[in-house]
């Protein structure tokens, strides 16, 4: 069979190779500055190297990629000089505008070697799109949106956004189960990435899955703590601070020592910064209801006792009164008997006397009356004093029964039958204490009971507290 081609008509594979690898060094004899988006860092703490993934980006789709190459010395220089400027570490998920020297080999093809990376660049992008991302929320009225969420006065159901595995989330659970032991709260972990390309996904992912369960929480917590800033750059993404803009409950977060404030953190609802400090934000809610209900408890306790001080007094100026009025109507009730007995002393003498001496005219009459007169007149007599008999025995009953009834009362207000209700009476010198503060060691107290008197001395007299 004929050969298609003659011998002389094709070339090899390494003479292909080697004229691509010279018209590369003819075209680019010198650095180039390229601009792309790092999509992946590949750093290997062991050789030092770093092989960072390159694309390029149009309308959302990739259209172009490739691998490029930092050696250790180059990354050293490269990473510390990006930190020092842009405040972050080198890491996934940036663009960067890099110098970088093409290389071609035969046998291990393209390769970018990046020897310089614009850090001034990678942070104007930076500020660019972070810039972008607020005035679009702005624009659609999201922006203070979750900020407006009322928080609960004591909140403590929380959905907390974070690896199971990181520091931060672990320091959280210690402070609020340590120094918040004697507070009830529950935390229901949402796993999630926490930085890099993915990290937007899956934390707006979780915040949308929490928002269907907004009835069980409180708040939402993202917690993001130890490791370094790499990453960051997802935390001022329009997709992940939208998330936190429309969630329906309050969102604190406390994911790292960011010296710059991300979009995520201006739009929360509560920036504490460290998840330490969202637990001790958290503890200080509880602090303040504490410390307005041992006010409260406070006043009531005093409250109290001035009521019971101001009972106490009542009682003991009801007891004086009651005692003074009973001795006072006592002696009256006792005057007006005798006045009575006397009154009843004087009529019965005079009525008596006045009986006598009819009963004596009478007898003188008769005797100069004939018998038959005197018989009328003895009968007339018979019934008169009959009369006055009856009339006697009647107006002794009323009286009698008047004064049973007045002696009744009196003894009502007996002070012996008032201290046999529960009252006892305390006297210094023959007068009723009414202030314990005019008392002094040595004074000798007597105290009436219903069975008896009591003698005692004052060893020590101690002031109410207030």
């Not at 006072?328 to 007995?341: C, G, V």
Request: some cysteine.
């Amino acid at each position: 069979m004929q050969a298609l081609f003659p011998d002389n008509k094709f070339i090899s594979l390494s003479q292909l190779l080697i004229q691509v690898r010279n018209v590369m060094a003819r075209e680019f004899p010198l650095p180039v500055w390229v601009k792309a988006d790092m999509l992946k860092l590949n750093h290997y703490s062991g050789s030092g190297h770093a092989f960072p993934e390159l694309v390029e980006k149009s309308g959302g789709k990739v259209v172009a990629k490739t691998q490029a190459i930092i050696w250790a010395d180059d990354f050293l220089r490269i990473a510390s000089n990006f930190e020092t400027i842009t405040g972050k570490k080198l890491g996934d998920g940036i663009g960067i505008l890099f110098r970088t020297e093409l290389r071609f080999h035969e046998l291990y093809g393209m390769r970018l070697r990046i020897i310089e990376i614009d850090a001034q660049y990678t942070l104007g992008q930076m500020a660019l799109e972070k810039k972008k991302t607020i005035e679009k929320l702005q624009t659609e009225n999201l922006y203070q949106l979750n900020k407006q969420l009322p928080l609960a006065t004591i909140p403590q159901r929380f959905a907390v956004i974070s690896a199971a595995s990181s520091r931060g989330f672990s320091d959280l659970r210690n402070i609020l189960r340590v120094e918040g032991a004697a507070f009830r709260m529950e935390l229901k972990l949402f796993a999630a990435v926490l930085q890099g390309e993915k990290g937007a996904d899956t934390i707006a992912t979780r915040l949308a899955q929490i928002g269907k369960r907004k009835e069980e929480f409180d708040a939402v917590l993202i917690i993001r703590g130890g490791g370094d800033d790499t990453g960051m750059d997802c935390y001022d993404s329009y997709k992940m601070a939208q998330a936190v803009c429309t969630c329906p409950l309050p969102v604190i977060t406390g994911i790292g020592h960011s010296t710059n404030e991300t979009v995520v953190e201006m739009v929360a609802h509560t920036n504490k910064i460290t998840p330490t400090d969202v637990g001790y934000f958290i503890l200080s809610k509880f602090a303040i209801q504490l410390q307005i209900l041992e006010n409260i408890t406070g006043k009531l306790t005093a409250d109290i006792l001035m009521l019971i001080s101001e009972h106490e007094q009542y009682l003991d100026n009801a007891a004086q009164m009651v005692f003074n009025l009973s001795r006072d109507e006592f002696q009256n009730q006792k005057d007006f008997l005798r006045r009575i007995e006397n009154v009843l002393q004087a009529e019965t003498n005079s009525t008596t006397t006045q009986l006598k001496q009819g009963l004596i005219a009478k007898t003188l009459l008769i005797g100069n009356l004939s018998k038959n007169k005197l018989l009328q007149l003895n009968h007339r007599n018979q019934l008169l004093q009959q009369k006055m008999q009856q009339w006697a025995l009647q107006w002794q009953y009323q009286n009698t029964s008047a004064l049973n009834l007045l002696e009744s009362k009196i003894k009502m207000l007996d002070p012996e039958q008032v201290l046999k209700r529960g009252y006892s009476i305390t006297l210094h010198n023959g007068k009723i204490v009414k202030n314990p503060k005019k008392l002094k060691e040595g004074d000798l107290l007597e105290t009436i009971f219903p069975e008896g008197r009591v003698e005692s001395t004052v060893k020590k007299s101690k002031k109410q507290q207030p």
